[in-house]
């Protein structure tokens, strides 16, 4: 229950988060959480939606696998990478047998320029446009970054609005929000 944004403009990538947890006892509190949705570990940023544990591990546990330079960055993030987060989250207790497949949890990702939207059975979206959304809110952000993307204001303006729109219409999406970027390199 959240909204994660991807934004990728020039040289930068940027991603922005709203601050609301839901309780899992189906009561539908909100909550505002204090871990962060959004964070950077390395060169890449991560955007966590669902479990709160996932972004934990990802964030303390998750060792970042080197990238060997013969592999592009989609053949890195599909294989070498996914395959040490999913060992991760098996050591971490975090993983879970469903109808004898193995899923995890969803994140939005931005490395090297691309944006990646990583699914519970750790599918990897791949996308090219310069925007992607994830969460129960990511409908309304994008229509918002869809008027806004051709817009003369600054990216960081563009997220912080596309996530006021998604929290007027979604009541799991709260502020207060962030944003975080980073150089493409």
């Given at each position: 229950?959240?909204c994660?944004i991807?934004?990728i403009?020039?040289?930068?990538?940027y991603l922005g988060g709203?601050s609301a947890?839901v309780?899992?006892?189906?009561?539908?509190y909100i909550?505002?959480?204090?871990?962060e949705?959004i964070?950077?570990?390395?060169?890449?940023l991560f955007?966590?939606?669902?479990?709160?544990?996932?972004g934990?591990i990802?964030r303390?546990?998750?060792?970042?696998?080197?990238?060997?330079?013969?592999?592009s960055?989609?053949e890195?993030?599909?294989s070498i990478f996914?395959?040490a987060?999913?060992?991760c989250?098996k050591e971490s207790?975090?993983?879970?047998?469903?109808?004898n497949?193995?899923?995890g949890?969803c994140?939005?990702m931005?490395y090297?320029g691309?944006?990646?939207?990583?699914?519970?059975d750790?599918?990897?979206?791949?996308?090219?446009s310069?925007?992607?959304?994830?969460?129960?809110g990511?409908?309304f952000?994008?229509?918002?970054?869809?008027?806004?993307?051709?817009?003369?204001i600054?990216?960081?303006?563009?997220?912080?609005?596309?996530l006021q729109v998604?929290?007027k219409?979604?009541a799991?999406v709260?502020?207060?929000?962030k944003?975080?970027?980073?150089?493409?390199?």
């Amino acid at each position: 229950m959240t909204c994660i944004i991807g934004y990728i403009d020039k040289d930068r990538m940027y991603l922005g988060g709203d601050s609301a947890a839901v309780t899992p006892d189906f009561n539908y509190y909100i909550l505002n959480k204090e871990d962060e949705k959004i964070f950077r570990k390395g060169n890449i940023l991560f955007g966590i939606t669902g479990s709160g544990r996932m972004g934990q591990i990802i964030r303390h546990s998750f060792k970042i696998p080197r990238h060997p330079r013969k592999l592009s960055d989609t053949e890195y993030i599909c294989s070498i990478f996914i395959d040490a987060l999913r060992n991760c989250f098996k050591e971490s207790g975090y993983s879970r047998i469903r109808d004898n497949e193995e899923a995890g949890g969803c994140f939005l990702m931005l490395y090297r320029g691309t944006i990646y939207k990583v699914w519970e059975d750790f599918q990897v979206g791949i996308y090219t446009s310069v925007f992607e959304t994830f969460g129960a809110g990511g409908d309304f952000a994008k229509g918002a970054l869809e008027i806004l993307k051709d817009m003369e204001i600054l990216v960081i303006d563009k997220i912080d609005r596309a996530l006021q729109v998604s929290a007027k219409y979604n009541a799991s999406v709260q502020p207060p929000f962030k944003v975080i970027s980073l150089p493409i390199k």
